[in-house]
């Protein structure tokens, strides 16, 4: 057969007043460009697992002619998050219409299973390692089932094929993914993270990890890698083994974890050594009201609060940078929020931040809390959920004071004074952990 895979991603934004106002910002800008520039590690693994009498092409979505699609594909899979979910939809129907069979995946489609359907020969459900060679081989006899279910089916890491790096036009790309988890132990009500897919915290052998970066490495050879992980360093004795033997290579990386990376300062060595430049932490909220009740199994972000401006600290004093991720308009918000978020930006002495509007993405317990009060305002446009554009009634604030409010909070942080204060006072910081070395 030939198989084309089509990933669809970068950041879409409905809102044109801020998208203009992110023209011009440079974190704001520098942000979004890493966003767009990744591929997808999921049909890239999907490929490595591919029997090689297939011939498989991986494009990105705008790299599809808009008018003049190719055809003579036997089978077509896209992937696909939620604000991507129409225009995923509109190729598949294009598709379809040329004589392809389409099979789509990923986060949307597991928890929208039947509205996929609509636009597809068939839908994988959940993690789409253990039901592909089940798609390959009814495609190859012409008998696609309407669903392939992989939920009960879960994927041993163990069995991790080798994604096909090699489909890859590098130079489209700033940075290339690697997985070395799959999860996360906590439950926040607004996440849509891998955690709709896997039912539990998983790592991946290192041996094979170190594989993947191998094999990126031949093909870029100082490469930036991310993670592809929703909270990396939540099993650190897997990471105190893996971090050794990355150390032995000429990488730099990215990654997304929790506060409470900064209580190992081993680790945090460890993590420096091996190239890590930067980690995205979820702090969520500056103050007690936006953090009490966000997650499912207890109030953990909330007990750490306090906690928060030495942890980054802690973090940054090793060279690595923090990138602080705020949610504006949770429950209990009020207009001081906007204040508070830049002043603790300030405090906290981040490096970088990312502010974003809570999102009712389907399949999470947000989604279902506001969709049981009425307070959707755009349900099933899903073109919205792009963590920019308010698709619901926020409490205690309307929604305009907390648009307004989130304009002007995007502008203040991402404006050239503010940008090169955080980059300031990050290099203070570490000349203080420097010198402080150096005397001991």
Same mark, same amino acid.
């Given at each position: 057969?030939? #198989?084309?895979?089509?990933?669809?991603?970068?950041?879409?934004?409905?809102?044109?007043?801020?998208?203009?106002?992110?023209? %011009?910002? &440079?974190?704001?800008?520098?942000?979004?460009?890493? #966003? /767009?520039?990744?591929?997808?590690?999921?049909?890239?693994?999907? =490929?490595?697992?591919? &029997? @090689? +009498?297939? /011939?498989? *092409?991986?494009?990105e979505a705008?790299?599809l002619?808009?008018? @003049?699609?190719p055809? $003579?594909?036997?089978?077509v /899979?896209l992937?696909?998050?939620?604000?991507?979910?129409?225009?995923?939809?509109? !190729?598949?129907?294009?598709?379809?219409a040329?004589?392809?069979?389409?099979?789509?995946?990923?986060?949307?489609a597991?928890?929208?299973?039947?509205?996929?359907?609509?636009?597809?020969?068939?839908?994988?459900?959940g993690?789409?390692?253990?039901?592909?060679?089940?798609?390959?081989?009814?495609?190859?006899?012409?008998?696609?089932?309407?669903?392939?279910?992989?939920?009960?089916?879960?994927?041993?890491?163990?069995?991790?094929?080798?994604?096909?790096?090699?489909? !890859?036009d !590098?130079?489209?790309?700033?940075?290339?993914?690697?997985q /070395?988890?799959?999860g996360?132990p906590? +439950?926040?009500?607004?996440?849509?993270?891998?955690i709709?897919?896997?039912p +539990?915290?998983?790592?991946?052998?290192?041996?094979?990890?170190?594989?993947?970066?191998?094999?990126?490495?031949?093909?870029?050879?100082?490469?930036f890698?991310e993670?592809a992980?929703?909270?990396s360093?939540a099993?650190?004795?897997?990471?105190?083994? !893996?971090?050794?033997?990355?150390a032995?290579?000429?990488?730099?990386?990215?990654?997304?974890?929790?506060?409470s990376?900064?209580?190992?300062?081993?680790?945090?060595?460890?993590?420096?050594?091996?190239?890590?430049v930067q980690?995205?932490?979820?702090?969520?909220? &500056?103050?007690?009201?936006?953090l009490? $009740?966000?997650?499912?199994?207890?109030?953990?972000?909330l007990?750490?609060?306090?906690?928060?401006?030495?942890?980054v600290?802690?973090?940054?004093s090793?060279?690595?940078?923090?990138?602080?991720?705020? *949610?504006?308009?949770?429950?209990?918000?009020t207009?001081?929020i906007?204040?508070?978020?830049?002043?603790?930006?300030?405090?906290?002495?981040?490096?970088?931040?990312q502010?974003?509007?809570? %999102?009712?993405?389907?399949?999470?317990?947000?989604?279902?809390r506001?969709k049981a =009060?009425?307070?959707?305002?755009h349900?099933?446009?899903?073109?919205?959920?792009?963590?920019f554009?308010l698709?619901?009634?926020?409490?205690?604030?309307s929604?305009?004071?907390?648009?307004?409010?989130?304009?002007?909070?995007?502008?203040?942080?991402?404006?050239?004074?503010?940008t090169?204060? +955080?980059r300031a006072?990050?290099?203070?910081?570490?000349?203080?952990?420097?010198?402080?070395?150096?005397? =001991?």
């Amino acid at each position: 057969m030939w #198989i084309l895979l089509v990933a669809l991603s970068g950041v879409r934004v409905c809102d044109e007043e801020l998208m203009q106002l992110g023209l %011009t910002l &440079p974190g704001f800008v520098e942000r979004s460009k890493v #966003i /767009a520039s990744l591929p997808s590690l999921g049909l890239l693994t999907l =490929a490595g697992m591919t &029997p @090689d +009498r297939h /011939a498989v *092409v991986y494009r990105e979505a705008d790299q599809l002619d808009g008018d @003049d699609l190719p055809s $003579g594909f036997d089978l077509v /899979a896209l992937s696909t998050f939620t604000a991507q979910a129409p225009e995923a939809y509109a !190729l598949a129907d294009r598709f379809r219409a040329l004589g392809s069979a389409v099979v789509i995946g990923g986060l949307h489609a597991t928890v929208m299973p039947d509205e996929a359907a609509a636009h597809a020969d068939a839908v994988v459900v959940g993690e789409g390692e253990p039901v592909w060679p089940d798609v390959l081989r009814d495609a190859e006899a012409g008998c696609l089932k309407a669903r392939y279910d992989a939920r009960g089916r879960e994927f041993d890491f163990a069995h991790s094929p080798m994604p096909r790096f090699d489909l !890859l036009d !590098l130079e489209r790309y700033n940075r290339i993914t690697v997985q /070395a988890t799959r999860g996360c132990p906590w +439950r926040c009500d607004f996440c849509a993270s891998s955690i709709r897919l896997t039912p +539990r915290y998983k790592t991946k052998p290192v041996e094979r990890v170190l594989a993947e970066i191998d094999a990126v490495i031949e093909r870029w050879p100082r490469p930036f890698l991310e993670f592809a992980d929703d909270n990396s360093f939540a099993a650190r004795g897997y990471w105190k083994r !893996l971090l050794p033997e990355l150390a032995k290579r000429p990488v730099r990386w990215f990654t997304e974890t929790d506060i409470s990376v900064a209580q190992d300062e081993e680790l945090l060595g460890l993590m420096a050594d091996a190239g890590c430049v930067q980690v995205l932490i979820g702090l969520e909220s &500056p103050n007690a009201t936006g953090l009490d $009740g966000i997650e499912l199994r207890g109030n953990w972000k909330l007990q750490q609060l306090d906690g928060y401006a030495a942890a980054v600290r802690r973090i940054q004093s090793f060279g690595i940078r923090v990138n602080g991720c705020f *949610v504006v308009g949770l429950d209990g918000h009020t207009p001081d929020i906007f204040d508070a978020v830049l002043r603790t930006t300030r405090d906290y002495g981040l490096f970088d931040v990312q502010v974003t509007l809570p %999102t009712p993405f389907p399949g999470t317990p947000f989604y279902d809390r506001l969709k049981a =009060a009425g307070r959707l305002t755009h349900d099933g446009q899903w073109e919205r959920c792009t963590l920019f554009d308010l698709n619901f009634l926020p409490d205690p604030m309307s929604p305009d004071e907390l648009i307004r409010g989130f304009h002007g909070l995007v502008a203040e942080l991402y404006s050239e004074e503010e940008t090169q204060a +955080r980059r300031a006072r990050f290099k203070a910081h570490r000349r203080l952990r420097v010198a402080g070395d150096c005397a =001991a």
